[in-house]
């Protein structure tokens, strides 16, 4: 795969997937990866983290949401060495109480990224 993310969204799933809105007030988001200016961000899966969760917060902000209304978090390592580091973001960047979460291991993520996170939030707390 290539490190190198499409420039224009309609090229890239990653990370401009949609938000997806059921009717219930379900709110997902799916495929955050540590992408800024179509790369993958330098310096390790702290910061790929990092940019994987402001993708994330910039997602929920287009449709009026922010990190408080998450309920459930599914994360992807391509290591799970990596595991400790991303657990420190995971603590700091999201609003207490922490919203449930899942690490899955994969062996592969697209654009080489370490990570990816996937989320549930829910709208008005229904």
């Given at each position: 795969m290539?490190?190198?993310?499409?420039?224009?969204?309609?090229?890239?799933?990653?990370p401009?997937?949609?938000?997806?809105?059921?009717?219930?007030?379900?709110?997902?988001?799916?495929?955050q990866?540590?992408?800024?200016?179509?790369?993958?961000?330098?310096?390790?899966?702290?910061?790929?983290?990092r940019?994987?969760?402001?993708?994330l917060?910039?997602?929920?902000?287009?449709?009026?949401?922010?990190?408080?209304?998450?309920?459930?978090?599914?994360?992807?390592?391509?290591?799970?060495?990596?595991?400790?580091?991303?657990?420190?973001?995971?603590?700091?960047?999201?609003?207490?109480?922490?919203?449930?979460?899942?690490?899955?291991?994969?062996?592969?993520?697209?654009?080489?990224?370490?990570?990816?996170?996937?989320?549930?939030?829910?709208?008005?707390?229904?």
């Amino acid at each position: 795969m290539s490190q190198v993310a499409p420039a224009h969204p309609g090229q890239a799933r990653h990370p401009y997937s949609p938000v997806r809105e059921t009717e219930t007030g379900l709110v997902f988001v799916a495929g955050q990866l540590g992408i800024a200016d179509g790369r993958i961000v330098e310096g390790g899966i702290a910061e790929e983290t990092r940019q994987a969760f402001a993708n994330l917060r910039a997602r929920l902000g287009a449709v009026g949401l922010d990190l408080r209304s998450l309920v459930k978090i599914t994360v992807y390592l391509t290591s799970m060495a990596d595991r400790n580091e991303m657990d420190a973001i995971y603590e700091t960047a999201l609003p207490h109480p922490l919203p449930a979460r899942t690490c899955i291991a994969v062996t592969e993520l697209p654009y080489g990224a370490r990570i990816e996170i996937d989320a549930i939030g829910v709208r008005d707390g229904t």
